[in-house]
């Protein structure tokens, strides 16, 4: 890898269409997964776990997604602590709720790599 270049048999996969939710006979309701190869499922979880300690500076502290020990549950935590002491000091809370089941949908790839660059990730 020091070359940076990605060896070609690890490049490929075999694409499984997944199910999401609705309609299940509208291409649109299904997620295309890739089915790696062993070696391929190790070096993702080192780059991945390289990438999550390199950000970790960079994201907000009470952020569950993407965190060892983070959850739902964690999420719930904090929002519902910051809550209670939102009402105990007399102020005014409110929630703006969104659904964001579909939102990987319209992720353009090359703006995701020109992201990663600008926060320092070479590529």
Same mark, same amino acid.
Request: aromatic share 26%; proline share 0%.
């Given at each position: 890898m020091l070359n940076c270049v990605w060896p070609s048999d690890w490049?490929?996969?075999?694409?499984?269409p997944v199910y999401k939710n609705d309609d299940k006979y509208s291409k649109k309701n299904y997620q295309p997964i890739p089915v790696l190869q062993c070696v391929d499922k190790v070096f993702e979880q080192l780059i991945g776990a390289q990438i999550s300690t390199g950000f970790e500076d960079?994201? !907000?502290?009470? %952020? %569950?997604? !993407?965190r060892s020990g983070g959850s739902c549950e964690t999420a719930l935590i904090h929002l519902v602590e910051d809550w209670r002491h939102a009402r105990d000091d007399k102020l005014v809370v409110s929630l703006v709720s969104t659904d964001v089941s579909k939102v990987f949908d319209s992720l353009h790839p090359p703006l995701l790599l020109s992201k990663l660059k600008a926060y320092g990730l070479r590529l």
């Open positions: 490049k490929r996969g075999i694409w499984t960079r994201m !907000y502290f009470n %952020s %569950s997604a !993407y």
